[in-house]
């Protein structure tokens, strides 16, 4: 910690003993030999005097190069070894944030704009630091007009890489410049997405046609990502009233990564009419949902044996994460199939006959309260409940840990036989 000058402080008086010129001296030096320094003196000098707005920008890139200047050289370790520990990952970050936060302020010379430019492409270019975002919003900030973004542009195309293209495609866009933006759009024309951008592009430019013609040549041969480009010809379709071609449409976007939420969402929009057509379609589809959705969508639809074919391949959730949807399916369905029910929960107790830690017993016993709930509460068979119980008591005698953790939340656990 710094400390503070007191009265007949020695460098206080030999400060106020040094002429103007010796302390311009002293303070190029220092600000020469730590970046840091340089930097507090221009935000404290330009706190402090008034001078003219070319040399607040000359200033304030001085500024953000000594910025750049201390993160250097941490920088390039990280480009060097493609990443490093948290603390100098972390100490980097912090300081590009800072530097980015100057340039937006847009308040920064040319000069140093270009300068920063040009130190942090090859970063950019090399994409090995593990920074990328920041360094791109870097140099995003060093462009204040239409001409650093165009030069900012052929920056990334020179570079050839495939997301160094996206970007300059992105900034020819946003400039407006057709040919550049259709030069570089037409070189990659595989996903939905890619399709959609296209077609928004020319929807935007008032070619409503080709936009459609586009997009319609994406429905049929992109592969993959293809919401966006879905979501547009849907709108199109709604728009002239196309409403078979609109379903058809939203069914294809339901069923693509099918969930409850879609399931639940296309059926709404659905007449009564158009859900006899599409029902067993969508039926047809859930082999290709998540197991967690399948159970959902049984569950929604009261069809409690496809949900219990669906519970009972799996088994009863052995960590704090997840599984909690699943307890409660098997928790409404206990009196409709108790055998199976029983089965599901017994199959979260594992192996009892073991060491574990204490944390383990805890949850095997909270089971263990569903397993007697089942058989005693459900079956109504509290013989069979005492058999296994007292048998697995007996088994786990040798464990205190275990015997008190069951005493705590199983009924009678200290009464049974064991």
Same mark, same amino acid.
Request: glycine residues 6%; proline residues 2%; aromatic residues 10%.
């Given at each position: ?235 199109? +379709? =709604? &728009?002239?009233?196309?409403? /078979?071609?609109?379903?058809? #449409? @939203?069914?294809?976007? %339901?069923?693509? $990564? ?13 007449? +009564? =009419? &158009?859900?006899?057509?599409? /029902?067993?379609?969508?039926? #047809? @589809?859930?082999?290709? %949902?998540?197991? $967690? ?13 496809? +949900? ?111």
């Amino acid at each position: 910690m710094a400390r503070k000058p007191k009265k007949g402080d020695a460098l206080s008086e030999l400060l106020s003993a040094a002429s103007h010129k010796v302390l311009s001296q002293l303070i190029v030096e220092l600000a020469t030999e730590f970046p840091d320094v340089r930097r507090g003196c221009f935000d404290f000098l330009k706190s402090q005097v008034s001078v003219s707005e070319a040399l607040i920008q000359r200033s304030e890139g001085e500024a953000v190069l000594a910025l750049w200047s201390e993160l250097a050289p941490d920088l390039e370790e990280l480009d060097d070894y493609g990443g490093g520990d948290y603390a100098t990952t972390d100490h980097v970050a912090d300081l590009l944030d800072q530097v980015r936060e100057r340039l937006d302020s847009q308040k920064v010379d040319a000069d140093s704009r270009q300068e920063i430019l040009d130190v942090t492409l090859p970063f950019i270019e090399s994409g090995n630091a593990g920074l990328d975002d920041m360094l791109y919003d870097i140099a995003y900030a060093t462009c204040y007009d239409d001409d650093d973004l165009r030069s900012l542009a052929q920056n990334f195309e020179a570079m050839k890489g495939e997301w160094k293209t996206v970007h300059a495609r992105r900034i020819y866009r946003r400039l407006g410049d057709r040919d550049k933006y259709l030069q570089l759009r037409s070189q990659q024309m595989e996903l939905g997405a890619d399709y959609h951008d296209m077609a928004t592009f020319y929807w935007d430019s008032g070619e409503q046609e080709k936009a459609l013609r586009v997009a319609e040549k994406g429905l049929h041969k992109a592969k993959g990502r293809m919401d966006e480009l879905r979501a547009f010809v849907t709108a199109r +379709a =709604e &728009e002239t009233g196309d409403r /078979e071609k609109y379903m058809a #449409l @939203q069914f294809d976007q %339901a069923t693509d $990564g099918l969930t409850f939420e879609k399931y639940v969402a296309f059926k709404k929009l659905c007449s +009564a =009419e &158009e859900w006899c057509l599409y /029902e067993p379609q969508i039926l #047809l @589809q859930l082999k290709n %949902a998540g197991a $967690g959705n399948r159970l959902k969508i049984r569950m929604h639809r009261k069809e409690y044996d496809e +949900a219990l074919a669906i519970l009972s391949k799996g088994r009863y959730p052995i960590s704090s994460w997840g599984g909690e949807y699943e307890i409660q399916v098997a928790q409404k369905l206990e009196k409709r199939y108790p055998e199976k029910i029983l089965k599901y929960y017994l199959s979260g107790l594992g192996n009892l006959d073991r060491n574990a830690e204490r944390k383990e017993y805890a949850r095997n016993a909270k089971i263990m309260v569903k397993v007697r709930h089942m058989l005693v509460e459900v079956l109504g068979d509290g013989a069979r409940w005492e058999k296994f119980a007292s048998k697995i008591k007996k088994d786990n005698l040798r464990r205190p840990a275990f015997q008190q953790e069951f005493a705590k939340v199983v009924p009678g656990w200290r009464e049974l036989n064991g």
